[in-house]
């Protein structure tokens, strides 16, 4: 049982009045995620937007991944950057939507960094990271530049494919998340992302350290995560972000 009975559907539907802002493809995504007590997310949340539960839960994800061919609209593939991403996410809905909110995002580029704070008013941070993957098995840091203590170090292995995500289901709740919302200025300003569903697999998390989570405010994580899931990749469609009236 989640914590409003919200449209899911309508988000994952591409918008059709308006060319896309840019294109990027996500690759190799640990979703890891941890219940939080609803009342230490309220605090560190903006007021404006509500939070999304899942049976009475807040939820806090961490999700490390490579970013590729990261281009605007009317750029060509070919100018596209490469870089790796970690964001740390909760769940909240505004105007009756579902979505994401931020509380941190790390990119191993400086200028992608400067370009999505301009552009979208996202807290980006850059960061030391590396990515190494061997049969099967992930290993995934990354240390904030200005902010040591705000890192993740965390060991993976990939399992097998699960089913296609059910619209009631938590794995839906979780990773089928088309919106995001963030505060510019005061200002609520909303994107959309357009891609298939994820292809999911299971995973299992040898170890993990997670200072992001503190650096965020909530109380620091010591344990392994309470859901773990992995996704090979998307292509992805970028739209907006525009100001919410």
């Not at 990027?24 to 979703?31: D, E, G, R």
């Not at 991944?65 to 950057?81: K, N, T, Y």
């Not at 505060?183 to 040898?206: C, F």
């Amino acid at each position: 049982m989640v914590s409003a009975q919200l449209d899911r559907i309508a988000p994952t539907k591409r918008p059709l009045a308006v060319s896309p802002s840019g294109f990027q493809t996500w690759k190799n995504l640990l979703f890891a995620h941890w219940f939080i007590d609803p009342g230490e997310m309220r605090r560190v949340v903006p007021e404006k937007f509500e939070l999304d539960l899942w049976e009475g839960k807040a939820l806090c994800g961490v999700v490390p991944f490579s970013m590729h061919d990261i281009r605007l609209g009317w750029m060509p593939e070919p100018l596209g950057m490469d870089f790796l991403e970690t964001n740390l996410r909760t769940y909240v809905h505004y105007n009756g939507e579902p979505g994401v909110y931020f509380f941190s995002l790390e990119a191993s580029s400086r200028l992608a960094v400067q370009a999505a704070r301009w552009g979208w008013g996202l807290p980006y941070h850059y960061a030391d990271m590396n990515y190494v993957a061997r049969d099967g098995a992930v290993s995934y840091t990354s240390h904030r530049r200005s902010n040591r203590d705000a890192n993740l170090l965390v060991d993976y292995a990939i399992g097998e494919s699960l089913t296609p995500s059910m619209p009631d289901s938590l794995e839906f709740f979780l990773l089928e998340r088309y919106l995001l919302f963030s505060l510019k200025k005061g200002v609520v300003h909303k994107g959309q992302v357009h891609h298939v569903p994820y292809p999911v697999q299971a995973a299992s998390v040898a170890r993990l350290q997670c200072g992001l989570v503190a650096a965020a405010g909530l109380p620091a994580v010591s344990t392994l995560p309470d859901l773990v899931h992995y996704s090979s990749g998307v292509e992805v469609a970028v739209f907006g972000p525009w100001p919410v009236p």
